[in-house]
Every structure is written in structure tokens, then in C-alpha cells.
């Protein structure tokens, strides 16, 4: 029996031997980020290369852990690591998921470095176990990705539209076991802990479902959220790590999005927040219609089309800072905002200087399928917060990553 069980661990070990490789088995000298930016110098997605005939190896995220990302950070010299992530993440943030620059690295010929089991203890990743068979998951979409800081937490913003406001974006947040990616389903506590975190002087209001320029499919995948459930703060917390999650509240890939935030700040905007949304993305001049109501303090809700004319079409365009004579108007459907999509009726003379200062009611009849869209657009008219950004050819990725303990 004894020799029975010795010849099954030797065959166990010769098979284990035979289907895991090093980067010294196949001349790897290095490892290096695919995606790089100068925002995040110490973050990035993963892929190996071999100098002596360039060959080129996915870093695939089947396995990888924060014990990987730790190596990971190690061999590229920054020391440890805080978060790591999947579904190469960092090509999606910096490019928008529609935009992403995995097809410049997808390519048949490239290897994949998959299964990964580390102990955090290896000097690089050479002395991990891994796998270099082809895995059909395995490409330039499903990269590794690490973030190299000494912290216990890694909490950010990321916005590509207003780059020049770092005090709001999608929410991105590391969980227990080191994963970074969005979270869904904040409430204004939560969002208060993020911001505080942040380190910003609180939450001016939680935005359920972001347009910020990630250009995210309607389904979005489970892999891009690092909280399978949503976190449930109480508003005392110093970080989102120390909240409990809401066990109730399971994650429903087709209902649920990448939540935002909009914090407040020393040079805080006077009330309403007001946000127009354009093919998916917030825009300066012209889209539906969201704005934080005095009534619901704690989410943006858009506007029942009912009594809607030119007078409160004006004091939009007026809450942005644009003031045009003719704005135009209208009635869209189709558009989801708000986990209860909740809408109010607005009431304006014309002589108001913002939204605040308009009658608002609630309209509990109001048609869930229809909001106003309006158009602000004039030369003449551009906020001076957005002069730099208009005269840009493109928008710029604008993030913020911020790491505490």
C-alpha cells in the first residue's frame, strides 16, 4: 500500500512539473506593464516578455491574486502590492471599454501565462507555479493588472469626461482580498466614507449609475465589480474596507452599475447639481436632464416632462452657466438613471439664477420611460471651467487613485 501511495505522488509530481513552466525554463527576463500611463505609474496591466527573441506572453488573470500581485510589484521594483485586478482593467479605465486597446496586443502567437499560485514570498514571478497552456479565456481583454503601493486599501475616481473636476467619477474600490474594480448600489453613506476617504470634506450626493466615458456594455460584467455585494456603511467608518456588505442585496449583473460619486469640496458648487447625459456620457451642453433635487438629497433624478418649456429649459442651461435665449427642448424615452427612477416636476418664471430656486415637486404619476433632453449649445456660451477641456482634440482620462490604510 505504502509503495502504491508513493508511485501516485511521483506521478502526481511528475504531472505537476510537466504542466507549469518559469520565466527561467523559457528565457523570461521581464515583466511589464501593457498599459501604461503617467497617472498611475505604479499600476497597470500585466505582460511578460522575453528580450532575446522578443516574444511576448499574456499575464493572464486565471489564478492571480494579491500574493501574485505582490511578486508582481516586487519584480517591477515598487515593493509591495495594494490591489490587483482582472479583465485587463486598467486598458478599460484608461480607454473606455468600446475603446480598449486590446486588439493592438491580441494576437494568436502571443503565450499565456495562466493558473497562477504564489506564496508572496518569491522574489519574482519566475518562482511562482503557472501554467503555459492555451487558454481559450486567456487574451488581451483578461490581463492581470496590479497596483504597486504600501497601503491596506485603494480608492479612486475615475472620470474621462470632466477631467478638470477630480472631485467626482465612477467609484472604484479595492475589497478584502486586494481586488480593485467598481461598486454598484451606494448608498449616501457609503458614499460619504468613500469621500472622506478620498479625502474630501464628505458627499455631496451619490450617483447610482455613472456616466463618466467608460462606454460600458447594458449588461455589465460581474468581473468588473470587486463587491459581489453592495457595501452597507453606517457613515462613521474611516474606510470602505471597515463597512459591512449588504447580504441581502446579491449582485444582479443585468440591474446593476458602476455607481459614482460627487464629492464636496472647499470651492463646493451651490445646490442643485445639475448633469446632462449624451450618448452615454455626460456632456456640457446638451443631454437628458439629471439633477439633485432638494426633495431627494441622496441621488440624482431626472425631470417629468409635464409643464417642462423654455423658462425652466433656460435655468438648466443657466444652473451650468450658460446662457442662451433659445435653448431647445424635448421629450426622450428609454433612459435609466436611478435605481427607483424617480422623477419631479420643475416650475420656473425665467428670472431664477439656478434650479434651487425653481418650485420642484415630486410626480409619482410621471411616465418611468420619458425625460427631458435639452440643448444649451452656443458659441457664446461655454462654462469657463470648460474652455481647457473643449479646446482639447479629445477628452482626456482623468482619475484619481488615493490609498489609505
Known sequence: MKTFLCALSLIAAVFASSSSISFNDRAFDSIRFATSSSTFPKAGDLVAENSLNNET??????????????????????????????????????????????AKYHNDAFGHLTAWKCRGDEDDLSECRFDDERNPECDSFNLAGVVCQNQDQVVGLVNRVFEMADNEGALVASNAKGKLGFVAGISIETAEVACRQLGFGGVNVPIHKSFYGLELPRNVPKSLFSFSRPPLCKGNETTMSNCPTNSRAGFKTKKVSPAGVICKTAENRPEPIVRLV?????????????????LFPDRVVGICPNNFGLNETRIVCRSLGLDVDEPKFKTTERFSITLDDTRIDVTCNGDESDLSECDQRFNDDCSRSHYIKVDCNSASSIPMFSVLTLMSLQFIAGKNFVSLS
Request: glycine letters at 12%.
Open 57 to 102: 506572453y499574456y499575464v493572464c488573470a486565471d489564478g492571480f491574486d494579491l500574493y501574485a500581485a505582490d511578486v508582481a510589484c516586487k519584480q517591477l521594483g515598487f515593493g509591495s502590492a495594494a490591489a490587483f485586478t482582472k479583465t485587463s482593467f486598467f486598458d478599460l479605465i484608461e480607454n473606455g471599454y468600446e475603446k480598449r486597446r486590446g
Open 278 to 294: 449624451d450618448n452615454g456620457r455626460y456632456n456640457y451642453q446638451k443631454g437628458v436632464v439629471l439633477i439633485k433635487s432638494q
